[in-house]
């Protein structure tokens, strides 16, 4: 549920129709891409791609994708620390 | 500077080799990319994809990256209540 439509370089239009409710764990996550609302669509576009393969699209209000992303931009910092 | 290599659909290695340090008003930026530290890269990486098409690095610990993605985000929560 909640699949990604097939994309091109840069969307002119609106690639998700439904979000994906239930909480997919980081661990089953390649990437995410936020794709901020625009003139192609007015929705903010939360759109994870899955370790295998899968595109879903992510609520962007839902407090556990805030947490996801929050999540993987704060680990960049613990990785500085232990890595300096 | 901070240009991103080529990308195939998952990557197997690090995709920046350096990131773009000064400010990008949001309003240049189509999409952002989060991709977790992991086996294929030790780095969390932020790519943005800028409307003229480019790619470009940005720092994952840098403050006005965090800021961008969470107006990102935040701006999803007023689309919200405009809409309804």
Redesign the interface.
Known sequence: KGMAQARS??ELRCQCIETHSKFIH?KF?????????GPHC???E?IA?L?D?REVCLD??APW??LI?KA??D???T??KT?S
């Open positions: 370089a840069i980081p996550i390649q990437n995410v891409n936020l794709t901020p609302s007015k929705n903010v939360v791609t370790k393969g962007p209000t994708v805030k992303i993987i931009l680990k960049s910092d990785n500085n890595a």
